[in-house]
């Protein structure tokens, strides 16, 4: 169990590794704002658990924030508290030993048992895991607009980690009415609603997308579905995680709160999310953000900047 401290309001405390949460974060591709959101905290907070500004952290934040990067929370507690956690101090469990012949006294009866009880959880937790023993460590998080207008493109972004380099397929499964209209890298398979792609070893950025549109009436809800295969001793598949619903609005889809005006978070996440993906117009975003705001006209289906 890991060392807490505590400070005077009782709240248990834990020491982490920030060098080795930032790693953890950019092998998965994930994004500080993310990571931020999940765990309910700010990006500011984020940064500074990453530089080591504030290593001591509420144990709560840990586990969560932990859970978000996919790992046990050991693996991201400061070396020193890992130590503890794998050499536990048992010396003062150690029973008194019994002099002249006269029976065990209470207390170190106590003692023996307890003795016997780490005896006994050290062999349960030591067992090899055979269920889990094999299983590839894939994860895979979809970046998916909230909500668009019919007709607009959008983007979507796929992120895969497998915790080392190996060659793997992501697919993508489009609900009816979307329509591709290009994919980065290139899709090597694009066949009526099914987009695949094999990326193979040491093949550059592990991660797919595609610009798309959707057509339909307003507050269609369209539900995307997708995994990523990758054959070890034996084939092994994992549903894509993140966002898999957008819903058509008649709003810009970088305007995620939907109150037709672009912040200056909106248009960092933009970039933060999505600026790889070709296609984009990031001008147009741009001039939307720099602007007062903008408006959708239903009759011409397009977006209007206000001065």
């Not at 609900?175 to 066949?191: F, H, R």
């Amino acid at each position: 169990m890991a060392r807490q401290d505590k400070p005077s309001g009782g709240i248990p405390m834990i020491r982490i590794d920030g060098t080795r949460i930032r790693q953890l974060r950019e092998a998965q591709g994930l994004t500080q704002l993310y990571v931020a959101t999940s765990v309910g905290v700010t990006t500011d907070t984020i940064s500074r658990w990453e530089n080591n500004r504030s290593p001591t952290i509420k144990r709560e934040n840990g586990i969560r924030l932990a859970e978000v990067l996919g790992v046990e929370l050991d693996e991201i507690l400061e070396s020193r508290e890992r130590k503890d956690i794998q050499q536990p101090d048992t010396s003062s469990s150690e029973a008194p030993k019994a002099t002249g012949g006269s029976l065990p006294t209470g207390r170190s009866l106590l003692a023996t048992a307890g003795l016997l009880m780490l005896l006994l959880l050290g062999v349960t937790f030591l067992r090899p895991d055979t269920e889990n023993m094999g299983k590839a460590d894939i994860q895979a998080t979809r970046l998916l607009p909230a909500a668009c207008a019919p007709g607009l493109p959008f983007p979507v972004v796929i992120k895969v980690s497998t915790g080392d380099d190996r060659t793997f397929l992501v697919r993508e499964v489009l609900p009816e009415g979307v329509e591709v209209l290009q994919t980065m890298p290139k899709a090597t398979i694009l066949s009526g609603n099914v987009l695949k792609w094999l990326h193979k070893k040491d093949n550059g950025p592990k991660h797919s997308g595609y610009l798309a549109r959707a057509r339909g009436p307003y507050e269609t809800r369209l539900l995307f579905r997708g995994d990523v295969a990758i054959r070890q001793e034996s084939k092994q598949k994992v549903a894509t995680g993140g966002n898999d619903t957008m819903v058509l609005k008649p709003v810009h889809w970088a305007d995620t709160n939907g109150d037709y005006v672009i912040s200056d978070d909106e248009i960092l996440e933009v970039y933060d999310r999505y600026g790889e993906l070709p296609g984009l117009d990031l001008d147009r975003i741009e001039e939307m953000w720099m602007g007062s705001g903008y408006r959708w006209n239903q009759e011409t289906r397009a977006i209007e900047v206000l001065p």
